[in-house]
């Protein structure tokens, strides 16, 4: 993820090919995009999203 936006402030741990992010992003649109790529690396198997945000541009409340 080095070098994906928003990705300065998350923290990755894999057990079994299960990859858990979680830490903050400026935006839902950024954890979007490292969800995604985190997914097309060889060898995961799933994704476990704990990202919050601080804007949502869909306009739903952010997550804490």
Do not use: I, K
Not at 5 to 12: A, F, I, R, T
Not at 23 to 42: C, F, H, K, M
Not at 43 to 64: K, Q, T
């Amino acid at each position: 993820l080095t070098g994906t936006p928003g990705s300065e402030n998350v923290q990755v741990e894999v057990r079994d090919g299960v990859v858990t992010l979680s830490g903050q992003v400026p935006d839902r649109s950024d954890g979007e995009r490292l969800v995604s790529a985190t997914e097309r690396v060889e060898g995961v198997v799933a994704v476990v999203d704990h990202l919050a945000y601080d804007l949502d541009e869909a306009g739903a409340p952010p997550r804490p």
